[in-house]
């Protein structure tokens, strides 16, 4: 409060705050570093502090010199007798029945136009030979806050968030009211070091009566919310007291600290309504480097398996192993045959997309709804909401850059070395058996029809023509290659499978860190270097 009493105007702290200019451009980056998630989530809480962002640095445009101190009060209270005691001049008209300060007016001890344009205040006085002590001071008489006309306590409103010094001017009889109490004094109980209170009509109450008035509104301010509140009882027609509320504000002018601290109050004020909060809750393993916000390492691997199965990894692998197994029969199987199975449909080409199932759809998204739930474990609803539409949201483009990952990983790539040597020996056993058939073939039309001496023809090993054990052999090789290739593909299809499904695996897992987590990374960077910014817009380092 004031030096004169030992009573400052901020908090002492060992360290020293950083300056006002730094507070507010720390809430300025704050606000555009929380907009960038909230979005329309906050209530309205970003435009205000934006508001109050702007009517800072405007204020603080206008320089650190002027004091601006309000008297506000009920009507007949005194409030415009001690104004005009204080101008040394009837400059507000004065009443006890009904409200007679219909506009504010102003009285400024050394220039202050600039200001006084600021405030809005049209009726202005400049008081010609001013006191010293009070250079700088600028009076404001503000109409009654319970006032009938909602144009005067609309005039109070707006003069309460600009002013550096409330005056609280109230009568015995309407110090207690619950509208002075309830709709401004507890609700600027942060700027109970800005405020002091004037207890009227002194004259009226013997001196027993006066302290009990006065210890009962102390008490009454310290029910709102009021640190160690002054009652100064005063009596405005006698002069009784008035003195003390001269020198109160004279040593308030003379600190030229109150502008400063009403503006950091204010930014203060507004960082705390902005402030996401101290979350409490589940400091889980991997998560407290990075943060609330943040997908535990827990939840995300849960998420990646949840979101494997949901896509089909287990069946794609499956469709890998079938894929490489009517490949390597393709390659290495009997020649002949071969065009049956190729009349046959590729497994891959009956695999599903996951964006084409709805199935697999409501799978991803009740997995990411519970991913967003383990994100936002102690955190706020408006950044509880951000968390959800960044991992629901994102559910379209999640499934979509899967389908190339189950495809791709579905083919068999680069075909194997033993495929070569399997289609070598099948070809070494059809060029045999063809040559056995063909020979056989013209040795039977050369008798059959030709009438030829086909002896010749068919030259004898062991009992059987040749051409008939190449035929044999060819069809016999031909055969037992097939089947040896078909079991080395089954066997090698296991192989595949396994490969199939830990790449897939690796890809999902990319594909959520990339999609869903490492989002949620930045924006539990975002919520750390917002508290910090907060912190410093509240007068921290």
Same mark, same amino acid.
């Given at each position: 409060m004031s030096a004169r009493r030992g009573r400052g105007l901020g908090p002492v702290d060992a360290s020293p705050p950083p300056p006002v200019e730094q507070r507010c451009a720390a809430l300025g980056d704050a606000i555009a570093v929380a907009r960038r998630h909230l979005g329309g989530r906050d209530g309205?809480?970003?435009?205000? +502090?934006?508001?109050?962002?702007?009517?800072? *640095?405007? *204020?603080?445009?206008?320089? !650190?010199?002027? !004091?601006?101190?309000?008297?506000?009060?009920?009507?007949?209270?005194?409030?415009?007798?001690?104004?005009? #005691?204080?101008?040394?001049?009837?400059?507000? =008209? !004065?009443?006890?029945?009904?409200?007679?300060?219909?506009? !504010?007016?102003?009285?400024? #001890?050394?220039?202050?136009?600039? /200001?006084? %344009? #600021?405030?809005?205040?049209?009726?202005?006085?400049?008081?010609?030979?001013?006191?010293?002590?009070?250079?700088?001071?600028? /009076? /404001?008489?503000?109409?009654?806050?319970?006032?009938?006309?909602?144009?005067?306590?609309?005039?109070?409103?707006?003069?309460?968030?600009?002013?550096?010094?409330?005056? $609280?001017?109230? %009568?015995? =009889?309407?110090?207690?009211?619950?509208?002075?109490?309830?709709?401004?004094v507890a609700p600027l109980a942060a700027y109970g070091h800005l405020m002091r209170f004037v207890l009227t009509k002194r004259d009226l109450l013997g001196e027993e009566e006066a302290r009990s008035c006065a210890a009962d509104l102390r008490r009454r301010l310290v029910d709102d919310g009021i640190e160690a509140p002054e009652v100064l009882a005063v009596s405005v027609t006698s002069g009784v007291g008035l003195e003390d509320v001269i020198g109160e504000i004279r040593a308030v002018v003379a600190e030229r600290a109150a502008m400063i601290a009403r503006v950091e109050a204010d930014l203060a004020a507004a960082a705390r309504r902005l402030d996401p909060g101290e979350e409490a809750a589940d400091r889980r393993a991997g998560r407290d480097e990075r943060g609330p916000g943040a997908l535990p390492d827990r939840a995300a691997a849960d998420l990646v398996a949840a979101v494997a199965e949901a896509v089909g990894v287990d069946a794609a692998a499956e469709v890998a192993a079938a894929q490489y197994r009517r490949e390597a029969n393709l390659a290495t199987g009997w020649p002949p045959t071969r065009w049956i199975r190729r009349w046959r449909r590729a497994p891959i080409a009956a695999m599903s997309k996951p964006s084409a199932s709805s199935v697999a759809e409501a799978k991803v998204d009740q997995a990411l709804r519970a991913a967003a739930d383990a994100a936002s474990v102690g955190i706020d609803d408006a950044w509880r909401g951000s968390i959800r539409e960044r991992c629901v949201g994102r559910r379209a483009e999640l499934l979509a850059s899967l389908e190339g990952v189950l495809g791709q990983s579905a083919r068999v790539g680069a075909r194997p070395a033993w495929w070569a040597a399997g289609a070598a020996v099948q070809g070494v056993a059809l060029v045999c058996a063809a040559v056995g058939l063909v020979w056989l073939l013209i040795a039977a039309v050369g008798g059959g029809f030709l009438h030829l001496d086909t002896d010749p023809?068919?030259?004898? $090993?062991?009992? +059987?023509?040749?051409?008939? #054990?190449? /035929?044999?052999?060819?069809?016999?090789?031909?055969?037992?290659?097939?089947?040896?290739?078909?079991?080395?593909?089954?066997?090698?299809?296991?192989?595949?499978?396994?490969? +199939?499904?830990?790449?897939?695996?690796?890809?999902?897992?990319?594909?959520?860190?990339?999609?869903i987590v490492a989002p949620l990374d930045a924006m539990a960077a975002d919520r750390r270097e917002l508290r910090r910014l907060l912190a410093v817009a509240r007068g921290g380092s």
């Open positions: 309205g809480l970003l435009d205000e +502090a934006t508001a109050v962002v702007d009517r800072s *640095r405007e *204020r603080l445009g206008l320089g !650190t010199h002027h !004091t601006v101190v309000v008297l506000a009060g009920p009507t007949g209270a005194g409030k415009s007798t001690l104004y005009n #005691w204080l101008c040394g001049a009837e400059l507000s =008209q !004065t009443g006890v029945r009904r409200p007679t300060t219909g506009e !504010t007016h102003g009285c400024s #001890w050394g220039e202050a136009g600039a /200001l006084l %344009d #600021w405030l809005r205040i049209r009726r202005r006085h400049e008081v010609a030979e001013a006191d010293e002590r009070l250079d700088g001071l600028v /009076l /404001l008489d503000l109409p009654d806050f319970d006032s009938t006309v909602a144009a005067h306590r609309d005039e109070v409103d707006r003069l309460v968030e600009l002013a550096d010094l409330f005056v $609280w001017v109230v %009568d015995p =009889q309407k110090y207690a009211d619950e509208s002075f109490h309830h709709n401004y023809l068919l030259p004898m $090993w062991r009992g +059987a023509p040749i051409p008939t #054990w190449l /035929l044999a052999a060819g069809v016999a090789l031909g055969l037992a290659t097939a089947v040896v290739c078909a079991g080395v593909a089954r066997a090698a299809g296991g192989g595949r499978r396994r490969r +199939a499904l830990a790449l897939m695996r690796e890809r999902v897992a990319g594909a959520v860190v990339r999609d």
